[in-house]
């Protein structure tokens, strides 16, 4: 594929990474097709602003590729509708799974697309959504197909290629997000008990002699996580499934689970322990000024 002969690019769905993915596509010359029914008001706002175009599924189908950008709980769902889409047409767009899913889930939808005939890449996005000027993502692609789908870069994307099987992308963004959400579900968990029993300015303290680098990570991970907390839950299921149910480890991303779905319903309601989460932050750029 060249840039010239590959300009439909369809996103499902438009969310925040969705969206913004889309912005830079557009920006780039490209032709970004979204589903739009039943979407609230403020997604059809979002999607305009990107400059996605609203399409019925025909259109979707007919796309040169598709990125599939949900919530990990969403993700086998997409692929079924997908699938059903394209199941009867003679040219089969290329389907790249881009969702925070583990490898078990991920060759699951490898099948159902499979079902339909179409080429599949396993996708993984490590970074924030891309701003106006600002850069990209990395998308990290694997399985036989993940070259067919390079020409994203040409279209203001950073592609990178994973080699290995379907498996390989979703098994990196698993393991770094394992890493980096981790970290967050523990620092923000001690961070609330230490507020708690009352050692917050001693722990801030302590941690900027002996941690500072760590320190400097929770004053922007605490309050960026609040809003992100009720999309971190399925991800963290993902990654307990991913270390397999056999794994010592396991529980551990279960329990982070849980401590998202947590502090996602706090936030939601009187917000306790967002606000000591927030105010522990707040008072680490008080300390340096």
């Known amino acids: 594929m060249s840039k010239s002969t590959s300009k439909t690019i369809a996103i499902l769905a438009p969310g925040a990474m969705g969206s913004a993915v889309a912005r830079r596509l557009s920006e780039n010359g490209a032709r970004v097709l979204t589903s739009l029914k039943g979407r609230s008001e ?62 078990d889930t991920v060759r699951r939808i490898e099948e159902i697309i499979g079902s339909a005939q179409a080429p599949f890449v396993d ?16 998308f990290y692609m694997s ?18 290629i994973v080699e290995g099987p379907v498996g390989a992308a979703s098994a990196l963004k698993m393991s770094y997000a394992g890493i ?31 941690q500072p680098a760590i320190l400097a990570r929770l004053e922007v991970a605490l309050p ?3 809003p992100k907390a009720y999309r971190w839950v399925a991800e963290m299921q993902e990654i307990s499934g991913f270390l397999g149910p056999d794994h ?16 996602a319903g706090d936030a939601k309601g009187e917000a306790v ?17």
């Open 42 to 103: 403020a997604t059809l706002k979002r999607a305009a602003d990107a400059g996605m175009v609203g399409a019925e599924d025909e259109a979707i189908a007919d796309a040169d590729i598709i990125l599939s950008i949900v919530p990990p709980g969403e993700a086998v769902a997409l692929a079924e509708r997908l699938a059903a889409l394209i199941v009867k047409r003679n040219k089969k767009p290329v389907v790249v799974d881009c969702n925070a899913v583990n490898v």
């Open 180 to 210: 980096v959400k981790g970290l967050a579900g523990i620092g923000s968990a001690m961070v609330v008990a230490a507020t708690k029993a009352g050692a917050a300015d001693a722990l801030r303290d302590e941690l900027a002699l002996s």
């Open 248 to 263: 010592p480890a396991s529980q551990i991303y279960q329990g982070f689970a849980r401590w998202f779905e947590h502090l």
């Open 273 to 289: 322990d967002a606000s000591l989460l927030k105010a522990f932050a707040a008072n680490i750029g008080t300390k340096k000024a």
């Open 224 to 226: 960026d996580m609040i």
């Open 143 to 160: 399985g036989e197909h993940a070259r067919d789908v390079a020409v994203l870069k040409e279209f203001g994307l950073d592609m990178r």
């Open 123 to 138: 996708g993984g996005i490590i970074g924030f959504p891309p701003q106006p000027g600002g850069k990209s993502p990395a």
